[in-house]
């Protein structure tokens, strides 16, 4: 009896888990959660003659790899043509419950192959947001928009 239930518990995480990974590949919109842990990094850029600071979010997986993300005041030469300035949002904490199946966390990312990834899921949306857990006050959080900084050779 112990042996079914076990066998049962493993296809139901395992089936939870390919759900979540088939749902990041379908959505239009994703989230990377960044609480600035051992493995993590930002930086910021002193502000520009614009007042507006880039930002670089890195997350270092195996000491290897690194996923890189961007967040720059226009996301391309032509936003800062048309004058579209990335999208910075402020939003309640409950946002990462409401929206957990459409966000990456870092534990997800080692569980996976990061190219893979980054081939199947981060360079396949239109909109990528980080969430930034280091910037809270009170309930709130901020999100950037964001852009891929990492290129993978390979397959992956």
Same mark, same amino acid.
């Given at each position: ?24 590949? $379908?959505?239009?919109? /994703?989230?990377?959660? +960044?609480?600035? @842990? %051992? &493995?993590?990094? !930002? ?56 929206? $957990?199946?459409?966000? /990456?966390?870092?534990? +997800?990312?080692? @569980? %996976? &192959?990061?190219? !893979? ?40």
């Amino acid at each position: 009896m112990k042996n079914i239930l076990y066998i049962i518990a493993i296809l139901i995480t395992s089936t939870t888990y390919s759900q979540d990974y088939v749902s990041l590949k $379908k959505s239009d919109t /994703i989230y990377v959660l +960044f609480k600035g @842990k %051992k &493995n993590e990094r !930002k930086s910021i850029q002193p502000q520009t003659k614009y007042n507006y600071d880039d930002r670089v979010y890195s997350f270092f997986i195996f000491d290897q790899e690194s996923l890189d993300l961007y967040h720059r005041k226009y996301s391309s030469y032509e936003n800062s043509v048309a004058n579209i300035v990335s999208d910075v949002k402020v939003v309640n904490k409950s946002f990462i419950k409401k929206n $957990k199946a459409k966000i /990456i966390t870092p534990k +997800f990312i080692k @569980k %996976k &192959n990061l190219c !893979k990834i980054v081939a199947e899921i981060l360079n396949h949306h239109r909109v990528i947001y980080i969430i930034d857990c280091t910037e809270k006050k009170e309930n709130k959080i901020k999100l950037y928009e964001v852009e891929v900084g990492t290129i993978c050779r390979g397959d992956g």
